[in-house]
C-alpha cells in the first residue's frame, strides 16, 4: 500500500516496487524483478535475467543507481550494468522512473532504476528474517540453493541509533543445449550455384555454475527530527563457472557435390573454460538537516566494478580433416547428417589439436559522486510549493587490459582429443547430436598449465588485443539543477531546468601491425569539453482520489559506449586495413514527451 501511495503522489512518472512484492516471487536477481513492470523489458544470458531496458530503450540508455547515486559498470565495452550480479534479496525496495526530474542525473533517455537498502527506522520494531529455498535444474540434474539474513534494529535509551544488516548467498546450475546454422549461396564442383546452401553448423551443450554473494548494511543516526547523518555500504559478487563443449561442422571448407553432399568437410570438437569474477559495490555517507524552513541534504559516494578472468579463458580446438558427408531433415530446426566415409565423429582419437586460444580479462570502473541539495516551501499563487535546487559532481574512471595468446602444440606426438576424454556416456543433443564423450576441462587446464615452453605449448601473441584493445577513459560531469512544485488545487505543476558540465579524457593506442606482425605501438589521448542542458515540464492533474493524468517533457542525454569512444586504431600495412575508434563522438540526446493516464 505505501508503494502504491509513493507511486500515485510522486511528481513524475514513477513505478514503485516494495520489499513485501520483491520477496513474493522467487526472482533470483534484480533484472527479473524488474521484468514485472510495465514497459520494461529484460535480457536474459542462458535464460537469467541480465540487462533492463525502460520504453523501448537499449539498455545503455538505462541509468542504475544504489540509494540515489550512480553503480559502477563492470563491462569493458558498453555502458551496460549487469543487474544479474545484484541480488534482488538484499533490497528493500525498486524504484523505476520512467520520467527523470531536474534533480536527477540527465544520462537516463530511457529512464532510471534506482535500487533502496533497507533501514532500521523502516520498521519500528526489531525485525529478524532468515530465509532458505533449493530446488533442481531438470537438464543440469543439479541442486540450486538460496539463503539469506535479515536484521535490523533500532538501539540506545533515546532510540536514536539505527543498524540494519542484510547477508544474502545463491548456488544456480543450469545447462543449455543449442544448434545454429549458417547458410549462404555457394558453388558446387561443377560451378552451378547453390542457393541457400548450409555453410556452418555448430551444436553445443553449455554447463553453468553461478554463485553470488551479498552483503549490505546501514548505520544511521537520528540526533532529532529535523537531522540525521547515515553510512551504507553494499557488496555484490558473482561467480560463473562455464564450461562449453561444441561440436562445429565447416561445410564450406569441402567440395560441394550437390545440395545435400560435400565432400571433404571439416569437423571440429572443442571445449570452452572460463571463470568469469564480477564484482558491484557502492560505499555512501551522507545527511539530512532542517535549517529553519530549509532542508539540507548531502551524499559522498563511491561505487566500484571489475569484471575479469585471472585464470584465462581456455579454448582448445581439436580437428578431423577431410569428411564426406551427407545432409538430412534440412527443412526442419534441426539439420542433421551422415557420415559417407566411414569415420567415427564421436571417438575422440580421431581428433587432433589444431590450437589453443586464452584470453585474461581485467576491466575495473570507480565512479566517486558529491552531492548537495537544498529545498525550501515557496507558493506561487499556490496551494503548496517546494522550491529546490543544488549541485552535484561525477568523475567517472574506467580501464580495460586484456591479454589474448594463441597457443600451439610443439611436442614429438600429437595432441588428442582421445587423452582429454571422461569415458563417460556420449552426450546427445536434441535426440539428433552426438558431442561424444564428455571432456575433463580441469584436466585439460592442468596439462595446459604444466606443459609450456620448448616442445610443448608454445605462445604467440595476440598483438591486436593485447596492444589495440587495453583504454583508460576519465569522466568528470558537474551538474546544477533548480526546480519547483507548485499544487493549484487538483493541478501539480512541476518545472525545472539542468544543467552539466562534461570533460573526457579517453587514452587508447595507434597499432601498426605487418601481416599480424607487431611494428609499433603509440598512446594517443583525446579530450573533450561540452555542455547540455536539461528543461524539465511536468503536469498532473487528479482526477479522483485514485486517477492520475501525467502529461511531460523532458530531455535525456546518452555518452557513446566506452569502446567507441575510446581513440585506439589497428592498422595492417599487409591487409591495407585499419579499424578505430572516434575520440571526437559526441553525445546521444533525445526530447521525451509523456502522457500517461493511471488509476489506482
Same mark, same amino acid.
Request: hydrophobic content about 30%; overall charge negative.
Given at each position: 500500500?505505501? @508503494? ?76 551496460? +550494468? ?51 529455498? %533449493?530446488? $533442481?535444474?531438470?537438464?543440469?540434474? $543439479? ?5 539469506? /539474513? ?16 542484510? @547477508? ?68 555484490? !559478487? ?25 565432400? %571433404? ?6 571445449? *570452452? ?35 575479469? $578472468?585471472?585464470? #584465462? ?7 578431423? $580433416? ?55 516551501? =515557496? ?5 503548496? #510549493?517546494?522550491?529546490?535546487? #543544488? ?37 546427445? /543433443?536434441?535426440?539428433? !547430436?552426438?558431442? %561424444? ?18 616442445? =610443448? ?23 546544477? &539543477? ?5 499544487? !493549484? ?16 579524457? !579517453? ?33 498532473? &492533474? ?9 502529461? @511531460?517533457?523532458?530531455?535525456? +542525454? ?40 493511471? *488509476?489506482?
Amino acid at each position: 500500500a505505501k @508503494a502504491l501511495n509513493t507511486q500515485k503522489e510522486s511528481i513524475t512518472v514513477k513505478n514503485v516496487i516494495s520489499e513485501e512484492q520483491i520477496k513474493s516471487f522467487a526472482d533470483l536477481n534484480t533484472a527479473e524483478v524488474l521484468q514485472r513492470i510495465s514497459g520494461v523489458t529484460i535480457q536474459r544470458d542462458l535464460g537469467e535475467g541480465r540487462f533492463v531496458a525502460i520504453r523501448g530503450t537499449s539498455p545503455s540508455l538505462t541509468n542504475v543507481t544504489i540509494n540515489g547515486e550512480q553503480v559502477a559498470i563492470s563491462s569493458g565495452e558498453n555502458r551496460r +550494468v549487469e543487474l544479474d550480479v545484484i541480488s534482488a534479496d538484499q533490497l528493500s525496495g525498486i524504484e523505476v522512473v520512467k520520467v527523470i526530474t531536474p534533480d536527477m542525473d540527465g544520462n537516463a533517455i530511457g529512464g532510471s532504476v534506482n535500487l533502496k537498502t533497507r533501514s532500521a527506522f523502516d520498521n519500528s520494531k526489531r525485525l529478524f528474517n532468515v530465509k532458505f529455498g %533449493g530446488g $533442481k535444474s531438470g537438464n543440469a540434474d $543439479k541442486q540450486n540453493w538460496r539463503t539469506s /539474513i535479515d536484521f535490523s534494529d533500532i538501539l540506545g535509551e533515546n532510540k536514536k541509533f539505527g543498524v540494519s544488516v542484510n @547477508a544474502n548467498w545463491a548456488v544456480t546450475n543450469r545447462v543449455r543445449f543449442n544448434n545454429e546454422h549458417k547458410w549462404g549461396n555457394r558453388d558446387d564442383v561443377n560451378d552451378n550455384e547453390i542457393p541457400f546452401a548450409l555453410r556452418d553448423t555448430e551444436i553445443q551443450r553449455s554447463v553453468n555454475q553461478r554463485d553470488r554473494l551479498g552483503l549490505n548494511g546501514q548505520l544511521e543516526y537520528r540526533f532529532n527530527d529535523k537531522n540525521r547523518i547515515y553510512f551504507i555500504g553494499v557488496f555484490n !559478487y558473482r561467480w560463473d563457472d562455464q564450461m562449453r563443449q561444441k561440436l562445429r561442422v565447416r561445410w564450406d571448407k569441402g567440395d560441394y557435390l550437390s545440395a545435400t553432399e560435400v565432400e %571433404g568437410a571439416r569437423v571440429i570438437r572443442s571445449l *570452452h573454460d572460463r571463470l568469469e569474477e564480477q564484482k558491484v559495490t557502492s560505499i555512501m555517507f551522507g545527511g539530512e538537516h532542517r535549517l529553519g524552513k530549509v532542508l539540507m541534504d548531502y551524499k559522498f559516494s563511491t561505487s566500484d566494478a571489475f569484471t575479469k $578472468k585471472d585464470d #584465462g579463458q581456455l579454448k582448445p580446438e581439436f580437428q578431423l $580433416k577431410n569428411v564426406n558427408l551427407r545432409m538430412t531433415d534440412l527443412n526442419s530446426k534441426s539439420p542433421g547428417w551422415e557420415v559417407t566415409n566411414g569415420i567415427n565423429l564421436s571417438d575422440g582419437s580421431n581428433f587432433e589439436l589444431d590450437a589453443l586460444d586464452n584470453k585474461i580479462e581485467n576491466t575495473t570502473n570507480t565512479v566517486n559522486t558529491a552531492a548537495l541539495n537544498f529545498s525550501l516551501p =515557496m507558493l506561487l499563487g499556490a496551494d503548496s #510549493g517546494e522550491f529546490k535546487f #543544488g549541485a552535484k559532481n561525477r568523475s567517472n574512471s574506467k580501464d580495460r587490459k586484456d591479454i589474448r595468446q594463441k597457443w600451439k602444440w610443439k611436442g614429438s606426438n600429437d595432441l588428442l582429443l582421445s587423452q582429454f576424454e571422461t569415458g563417460g556416456d556420449d552426450m546427445i /543433443i536434441h535426440n539428433n !547430436y552426438n558431442l %561424444g564423450s564428455p571432456l575433463d576441462s580441469q584436466g585439460f587446464r592442468d596439462f595446459f598449465n604444466s606443459n609450456q615452453g620448448s616442445g =610443448m605449448f608454445q605462445a604467440e601473441d595476440r598483438n591486436d588485443v593485447n596492444f589495440g584493445e587495453p583504454y583508460n577513459a576519465e569522466e568528470s560531469i558537474t551538474g546544477v &539543477y533548480f526546480m519547483t512544485n507548485q499544487t !493549484y488545487g487538483k493541478l501539480l505543476l512541476t518545472l525545472g531546468l539542468r544543467t552539466e558540465f562534461t570533460n573526457t579524457d !579517453y587514452t587508447g593506442t595507434n597499432l601498426v601491425l605487418d601481416d599480424k606482425e607487431f611494428v609499433s605501438a603509440s598512446q594517443t589521448t583525446v579530450e573533450k569539453s561540452y555542455t547540455e542542458v536539461f528543461p524539465n515540464l511536468q503536469f498532473r &492533474y487528479r482526477v479522483t482520489d485514485n486517477t492520475n493524468i501525467r502529461l @511531460a517533457y523532458s530531455r535525456g +542525454v546518452s555518452a557513446s559506449q566506452f569502446f567507441d569512444m575510446t581513440p585506439y586504431s589497428i592498422t595492417d600495412i599487409d591487409e591495407e586495413e585499419t579499424i578505430s575508434g572516434n575520440g571526437d563522438l559526441n553525445p546521444t540526446t533525445s526530447n521525451n514527451f509523456d502522457f500517461l493516464g493511471e *488509476h489506482f
